[in-house]
């Protein structure tokens, strides 16, 4: 059987963990075992981050969207509760947008979930 010679592959391999984990602090990016220890983390924390940053978003949302409804007489539950009732379909990303950026629209969305939930009550 033949004899493998790995220098050439293994540096590359190296090199390219190093320079995966660049910004990393003390041997961390310098030292190999430790580098490739830190760049796996690194990676596993970037892939749940990605899947937490969704919540983080719709939190965000939330709390915008549960202002702008306060500043026009309504909290964010019965907000929401009254757009079911009138069926408006609208996701909270664009509701927080539309809150941003179109005050006066979403007053005039807030009036109508305000009608649903009366005509809900009566």
């Known amino acids: 059987m033949t004899r493998i010679k790995r220098g050439v592959t293994k540096r590359k391999r ?15 990016h310098s030292l190999f075992r430790q580098a490739n220890e830190s760049m796996l983390h690194a990676y ?27 500043a026009n007489g309504l909290n964010y ?8 009732l009138a069926g408006i379909e609208v996701n909270r990303k ?3 947008d539309i809150a941003m950026q179109d005050p006066d629209g979403f007053a005039q969305i807030v009036e109508t979930a305000k009608q649903s939930l009366e005509e809900a009550a009566a």
């Not at 190296?14 to 961390?28: P, S, V």
């Not at 892939?47 to 409804?69: P, Q, S, V, Y």
């Not at 539950?77 to 079911?84: H, K, P, Y």
């Open 44 to 70: 596993s924390y970037a892939f749940a981050h990605r899947r937490e940053r969704k919540g983080d978003m719709r939190k965000l949302w939330n709390i915008k969207i549960n202002a702008a409804a306060r």
């Open 77 to 84: 539950s019965n907000f929401i509760r009254g757009l079911r």
């Open 14 to 28: 190296h090199k390219k963990i190093l320079k995966m984990t660049k910004g990393h602090q003390g041997g961390r």
């Open 94 to 96: 664009m509701l927080a």
